[in-house]
């Protein structure tokens, strides 16, 4: 069993499952090869993978909390609002 040596927080955009929009993690081991993607929670689909009419902002906030302990990034100003939200979210 080879160790996880690497991992990358990530935002894809583009077309595609869930609005277009995905957070997650990737792990690699030591040799360089991508061992699992793990996605976050998403806020234009329910846990069951439904979409929502209305999307739910609060859902990614897991991703920018992990962000915020592992990195030490700020997390959002918006993150805790249920409003929703169109754009991107801002930086402290």
């Known amino acids: 069993m080879r160790p ?5 927080f990530f935002e894809r ?4 499952c869930g609005g277009g929009r995905s957070w997650g993690m990737r ?8 061992m699992t993607t793990i996605f976050l929670p998403n806020p234009n689909l329910t846990n069951d993978m439904q979409y929502i009419k209305r999307p ?31 754009g991107e979210f801002r930086l402290r």
């Open 56 to 86: 739910d902002w609060s859902r990614p906030s897991l991703h920018y909390r992990l962000r915020e302990q592992f990195l030490n990034e700020s997390l959002p100003e918006n993150l805790d609002s249920s409003e929703e939200f169109m």
């Open 27 to 34: 792990l690699w081991n030591g040799y360089g090869e991508q």
């Open 13 to 16: 955009r583009g077309k595609g």
């Open 4 to 8: 996880v040596n690497k991992i990358a």
